[in-house]
């Protein structure tokens, strides 16, 4: 009778609904989990339908469901899972006080625990409760939990939780527990280098709203918090926006602050590699916010530029980044600080001795001229050495060239050093033990001939020549090895072989899927990637080796049309989602 009644019901509901206009749609009550929990713990507290007991050595009984232990505790689940206590309703538990058993079952009922310093001091209970709270662990309670493990010197709970603080700050600064927080705790946590925030600017706000939630007392502890915020890295419109904060204006050291960011910034665009070694002048390294590769492309339009792309490969997204106006094919790419970008020379008569560079570390980074090398390149190979940019042999529009010339940022200017020991273009260059090597490349004929160069020497010896010739040969050190990829020696090549100084030897590794001539190559989180090249099968695609498993993986990126000539791994810009 009951159920026929309820089904009226439910009809008569749903024919008023219809009537009415009314669409269906869902209702949630946010209080019912609450109410449940409630009711559990009356349950409990009453014996109610509990399928398990606990007894102590001093002879006391707490009850509890094992469904609800299980579903709150992985010590619990791993008890009733795989244990011979899953099929008892009594289980014993030796070296534990019952007041603490019953304070830990209450928390898993309630969420609500009393710690004491005499409840701490058990390890037992101090693993079972940080491991429990590391599973509760989110935007909201993170806070409060790092708190409670740093009071209790649960360290590991404590590094859990202040890397989960880092790495969603700007949500956590969102709740009502930022708000409470000691200033020696947000000096702590904005002082971290590691600190997972895109934009610097998120951190200033979230400074002045710590401030400003009780601003008698926290306007003097201002200039602490502003030391650690990095104003330098902002962009000098956002400086000036964030001096019109009324906060600031009462304290001259936060103007200082401004001033020193402001005057950095007008520094950092007529010097450009003197970079003053305190902290707020350093972008900070959030392993999730590190490294991304910047590809160079020639789009199959008519047009001469250099196109440009912030490739993630985590992601595989691809976004666009500053461009050159000019052709840079055949040029040469190369990396200062993992900071700096150079692009030297190129197939164009005009760009044939210019150099251009990037400094993606500002706000809204583009392409500037630098002094111009000594000699007309292109073909050229590229590597970087203690501060030093080295512009190894290439192709001067008449011969192939054994000249080397090198950028010192000290000085800002270029100058000859030793020549390589043969005429080199369309070479390889790698950087290994601080010595830079010349690999393969063409005069004459194609080469499988190598050499290094040693800067405290001033001299360049050979080694080991390679197993194949490789003109156009693409060149990645990963791990302390030199690897040689592809090339062309009267067919474009897919083979692969790696040069360990250890023995001084080259040796074959795994070939790639397909054949590739002038490649990019870029190293990054232990693999390597090599991408585009000039044969149009494989403009748009990627492989990715791995060393440990002596394997390669291919990958074609999003965008048809478009030739990959180079790229280089560089700091994620801050603009970077």
Known sequence: ??????????????????????????????????????????????????????????????????????????????????????NKDLVTI??????????????????????????????????V??????????QSNCLGIRAFAD???????????????????????KGEEFLSLSSEDLVKLISSNDLAVPFEEKVFECVIKWVKHDSDHRIDILPKLMEHVRLPLLDPDILFNIYKEPLLN??????????????????????HFKIPKKIRFKPRQFDGFKKVILMFNQRSDTSPKCYTEWY???????????????DRRLAGFGLLRDQFVFVMGGVNVSSSKSVSMLDVSLQSPSWIPMVDMLVSRKELGVGALDDCIYAVGGYDGNSALKSVEVFDVSTQKWRMVSNMTIDRRKLGVGVLNNRLYAVGGYHSKNLKSVEYYDPTLDIWTPVAEMSECRQGVGVGVLDGLMYAIGGYDGKYLKSVEVYRPSDGVWSSVAEMKICRFLPGVAVLNGLLYVFGGEKESI???????????????LERLSRNGVQIYGGVVVDRPHHYH
């Open 1 to 86: 009778m009951d159920t026929i009644q309820a089904s009226s019901c439910e009809n008569n509901l749903k024919q008023v609904l219809k009537s009415n206009g009314c669409e269906s749609t869902n209702f949630r009550n946010d209080s019912h989990s609450v109410r449940i929990l409630e009711d559990l713990q009356s349950l409990r507290r009453n014996e109610v339908l509990c399928d398990v007991r606990f007894e102590t050595d001093d002879g006391c009984t707490t009850f509890g469901h094992k469904n609800v232990l299980m579903a709150a505790s992985p010590y619990f689940r791993a008890m009733f899972s795989n244990f011979e206590e899953s």
């Open 94 to 127: 030796r070296e534990l006080d019952s007041t603490i058993l019953q304070l830990l079952v209450d928390y898993i009922y309630t969420g609500e625990i009393m710690v004491t310093k005499e409840n701490v001091q058990l390890n037992y209970v101090n693993g």
């Open 129 to 138: 409760c940080a491991e429990f709270l590391q599973k509760q662990l989110n």
């Open 151 to 173: 009071l209790h010197n649960c360290t590991g709970l404590l590094s859990i939780s202040e890397a989960y603080i880092k790495q969603y700050f700007l949500e956590v600064a």
């Open 250 to 271: 009462i304290s001259p050291k936060c103007k200082d602050y401004i001033i020193e960011a402001l005057h950095f910034n007008h520094q950092k665009s007529v010097q």
């Open 312 to 326: 993630d490969p985590a992601t595989k997204l691809r976004e666009k980044a500053p461009g050159l106006n000019d």
């Open 539 to 553: 403009v748009d695609t990627v492989e990715i080796y791995n060393p440990k498993t002596n394997t390669w993986t």
